[in-house]
């Protein structure tokens, strides 16, 4: 059974249409409007072997705000669907990833309680070309809430803005891609509560 879901959001602001399929190849078909975000995505599904379809519309005339935040509603929202009930999976998730002169790591847990924690990313530039960098906390967090994880990001050491985020990205594809992952070894849900 592919574990995937789709999504259509529209509001005043943006007109998203968003497709997930967890258990793909890394193929994405990205149209945001938001470049760098573009190329975070591509990285994430690359990364996380996901197959990700991202049709965007939003008022990127003002910043590029609205529609980043919008697309993780949107990526957490369809993850959440496509995980269904959880049974099966690891659950927990942990990657490093070295980028140049950059290391960063994730840590996930789809635990059902959304939780965000970012350590050591205090990006040296403000912008990398058009997209403000506080956009990645409300990227992340954003997702994170959707998909109701716990996400724990740590950038250990980094200089260059664009390789600090790029590794973020890279990790937490890495990290949810075997968070996902389906143990054969696991009777239904990973938890003692019994549901998640």
Same mark, same amino acid.
């Given at each position: 059974m592919t574990r995937s879901a789709s999504i259509q959001r529209k509001t005043n602001e943006t007109n998203i249409e968003l497709q997930l399929n967890i258990d793909g190849s890394g193929q994405s078909q990205l149209d945001t409007g938001v470049p760098f975000l573009t190329h975070m995505l591509d990285l994430f599904a690359k990364h996380g072997q996901f197959d990700l379809s991202v049709n965007a519309k939003g008022d990127i005339e003002i910043d590029d705000h609205h529609t980043t935040e919008d697309i993780a509603i949107c990526l957490g929202q369809?993850?959440?669907?496509?995980?269904?009930?959880?049974?099966?999976?690891?659950?927990?998730?942990?990657?490093?990833?070295?980028?140049?002169? &950059?290391?960063?790591?994730?840590?996930?847990?789809?635990?059902?309680?959304?939780?965000?924690?970012?350590?050591?990313?205090?990006?040296?530039?403000?912008?990398?070309? &058009?997209?403000? &960098?506080?956009?990645?906390?409300?990227?992340?967090?954003?997702?994170?809430?959707?998909a109701r994880m716990n996400l724990h990001v740590i950038v250990h050491y980094g200089q260059n803005t664009h390789h600090m985020i790029e590794a973020i990205f890279k990790a937490m594809a890495r990290a949810l891609d075997e968070a996902t992952t389906i143990d054969p070894r696991v009777k239904g849900v990973p938890s003692s509560k019994g549901m998640l």
């Open positions: 369809v993850l959440k669907e496509a995980l269904g009930d959880k049974k099966g999976i690891k659950r927990y998730g942990n990657a490093f990833v070295p980028m140049d002169e &950059t290391l960063a790591q994730v840590v996930v847990d789809l635990s059902n309680r959304p939780h965000l924690e970012i350590r050591g990313a205090e990006f040296p530039s403000q912008k990398v070309g &058009t997209f403000d &960098t506080e956009l990645v906390h409300e990227f992340l967090w954003k997702f994170c809430l959707e």
